[in-house]
């Protein structure tokens, strides 16, 4: 749950919304005069809004000191937001109800979005504003209906139009989290949802309350605090049209006197006419008793042409919240399809992304690592074969890991037996091998043999020649090596996410006969990747836009945390370039003169073919064996041609980074 930033920032703003609500319920039940709908409305909204709820609340409809809600809530925005507020706590109660459970049920977002729709419409006018309204507005239940349906329906487009187009693209997005109800991103969502939803359906409340088709805010006092308030502050002041800073005094000389806390019911109840000045300073329809808060008295006088031209317009724009986004992101993909992947930044994700490819190219998830390694654990360790009946046996067990390429940079890895990469297999030809694979990844995989002659069944491409390895199961190579030279294995099961997540290692055959080895003093081997690490998180590199790798490494690590060699003039240096990479090409230089191609892909070249070269132009699944001689002392490098491949996040430590080595040579 807590793997990116956003997590720590809406755990933080959740807080705040808990503590905000709890104030306001507090405050709404203990001192705010207002009928308990409303009470509930503006609860549930600064759950959803959090503190911008608890502005709203303070300024439009806290009473800001005892016997002035009434004046206090008259202006017609403050009614406006009473009847957002409405709408809101209704409606997206309903679409959140809905959104956690069509998500659950792992329907397509597009289908979410109608029945959100359906059931926040539903909520608001069958529920909130119906029935919990009836007792404002008298009359039957169906009365109700009838008479909200069409404010309810303006207010709801309005709302749905605002409160859509963030969840289509925040949900679709590059979090997938978002569309998963355990996640507090989908919560979040939710939360931006409805504040956009509540700005987009304020001026169509302000007009309905003008136009008296709705509820604004309303006042309800308790009967004996209503006399025993208003009677004093008429004995004090004799009159009901004392200004703001009179009723500040007033209360100020209260509180001098026995009675803190504003007045329960334990005054002196006040002279007998109080009760028409009460209701005199509320002008329309406001007043202490129950018929004449603005129901009852509420006579809508829109035009049907008025109504026709708002709602209208009101379906338009809930059409574009609701198709529009559908130019962009795929709402065809459900929680279930996509799984809480996250994309990397500046990933593109379009409409035409379907979420198979989402899938592949999401982050490795920070929860399934089981092993995290420091520099001092290295990849590509030789493994030494338990001997069976003349076999000679590996294990290999591939596992979700935490690996460190550099002292501050750790990547998640998919490993085999721990390592990146994953340990060499080095055996004579002509042995019998067999290799038992065990996949601990969440997903399936296999293993190939990449330039191996071998028995069908054994070369691993998933689908193709065997049934891939399903998490927790296992598949069992064996074959008999009949060719000699450096070559290497990789997973054949979704390359392009796990191949670059380090699914690979060397495998190295010396030939049956010694003589036939090309000799030199110094034998390394280096095998290439290119890694993308954003935010904390681990995502297979892939040559596309938001794809790009920002880190590269050399058996697992990114210089100046790769291998110094050590050599004495005149002595050679055998090195073996594995084209471990899957997405890109690495132009391998060496420094201090010309090296000689011995062999290629394996195979050795005759000693008539072999030639001379600085670079070599490693693509993905070639290898280069190559022999260098140290003619002068120093330190001479091993490096990628193309520069931005000799950084670490595009930053130069110590002259440089990444895809570089340094052959240190004693005179
Ligand atoms: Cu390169």
Not at 75 to 84: D, F, R, Y
Not at 237 to 242: L, M, Q, R
Not at 293 to 303: F, L
Request: aromatic share 8%; with cysteine; glycine share 12%.
């Amino acid at each position: 749950m807590f793997v990116q930033p956003v997590d720590y920032a809406l755990a933080i703003w959740f807080v705040l919304a808990g503590l905000s609500t709890a104030y306001v319920a507090w405050d709404q039940f203990r001192n705010n005069p207002e009928p308990v709908v409303m009470k509930w409305g503006f609860i549930l909204v600064t759950l959803y809004m959090g503190p911008l709820g608890l502005l709203i609340y303070v300024l439009a409809d806290k009473e800001p000191r005892p016997g002035e809600h009434e004046a206090f809530t008259k202006p017609l925005w403050k009614q406006g937001v009473g009847s957002t507020i409405h709408c809101v706590a209704g409606d997206a109660t309903g679409i959140i109800l809905a959104a956690a459970i069509t998500a659950a049920l792992g329907l397509p977002m597009w289908i979410d979005l109608i029945v959100e729709y359906i059931a926040g419409f539903a909520f608001g006018l069958f529920i909130f504003q119906s029935l919990f309204m009836k007792s404002m507005m008298g009359g039957t239940y169906w009365e109700n209906v009838t008479k909200s349906f069409m404010p309810e329906f303006i207010s709801m487009n309005f709302m749905m139009a605002g409160m859509a187009p963030v969840m289509s693209f925040l949900m679709m997005g590059s979090d997938m989290r978002a569309m998963e109800p355990t996640e507090l991103l989908f919560w979040g969502v939710m939360s931006f949802g409805v504040i956009v939803g509540f700005i987009v359906a304020y001026p169509a409340n302000v007009w309905m309350v003008a136009r008296g088709l709705k509820h604004g805010l309303m006042t309800e006092r308790e009967p004996e605090f209503d006399k025993a308030e208003k009677g004093r502050r008429e004995h004090v002041y004799g009159g009901a049209g004392a200004g703001m800073a009179g009723h500040r005094h007033a209360h100020a000389r209260l509180d001098e006197h026995a009675n803190p806390g504003h007045g329960g019911p334990g005054g002196n109840p006040g002279a007998g006419h109080h009760g028409s000045g009460h209701g005199s300073s509320h002008g329309d329809g406001g007043g202490g008793s129950r018929g004449s808060h603005g129901g009852e008295g509420m006579e809508p006088d829109a035009t049907v042409p008025q109504l026709a031209a708002f709602g209208g317009v009101s379906v338009l724009a809930l059409a574009l919240g609701m198709i529009a986004p559908a130019n962009w992101v795929n709402l065809t993909l459900s929680a279930r399809d996509v799984g809480g992947a996250i994309m990397p930044p500046g990933m593109i994700m379009d409409r035409d992304t379907p979420a198979a490819a989402m899938l592949d190219m999401a982050a490795v998830h920070p929860r399934l690592i089981t092993a995290s390694h420091g520099l001092e654990v290295r990849g590509d360790r030789e493994l030494e074969a338990r001997m069976e009946n003349g076999v000679k046996v590996f294990d290999l067990e591939t596992s979700v890991i935490r690996w460190a390429i550099l002292p501050d940079v750790k990547v998640d890895a998919y490993a085999i037996n721990g390592q990146v990469p994953g340990p060499r297999l080095h055996i004579r030809q002509g042995d019998r091998v067999r290799i038992n694979v065990t996949n601990r990844l969440p997903e399936s995989t296999t293993i190939h043999w990449h330039g191996l002659i071998l028995p069908n069944e054994m070369d691993g491409p998933a689908e193709i020649t065997q049934e891939p390895i399903p998490p927790g199961g296992s598949y069992r190579y064996e074959f008999t090596a009949g060719q000699s030279g450096t070559y290497f294995y990789h997973s054949h099961d979704h390359v392009d996410r796990q191949q670059a997540l380090g699914l690979y290692g060397a495998l190295i055959i010396d030939p049956a006969n010694p003589q036939d080895e090309i000799a030199a003093d110094h034998d390394y081997v280096i095998q290439l990747q290119e890694w993308l690490m954003r935010e904390g998180l681990t995502f297979p590199s892939m040559p596309m836009d938001g794809g790009q790798p920002n880190y590269f490494t050399i058996n697992g690590r990114a210089y100046p945390s790769t291998d110094t060699i050590r050599m004495k003039v005149g002595e050679t240096l055998k090195v073996r370039f594995i084209g471990t990479n899957n997405g890109f090409i690495h132009p391998m230089h060496i420094h201090g003169g010309p090296f000689e191609v011995v062999a290629r892909d394996g195979e050795t070249i005759p000693e008539s073919a072999r030639f001379l070269a600085d670079t070599v132009n490693v693509g993905p699944g070639q290898r280069y064996d190559v022999v260098w001689q140290a003619r002068r002392p120093g330190k001479w490098l091993i490096h990628c041609h193309i520069g931005h491949h000799t950084t670490n996040n595009n930053v130069e430590e110590k002259g440089g980074g990444g895809l570089m080595v340094v052959i240190d040579v004693q005179p």
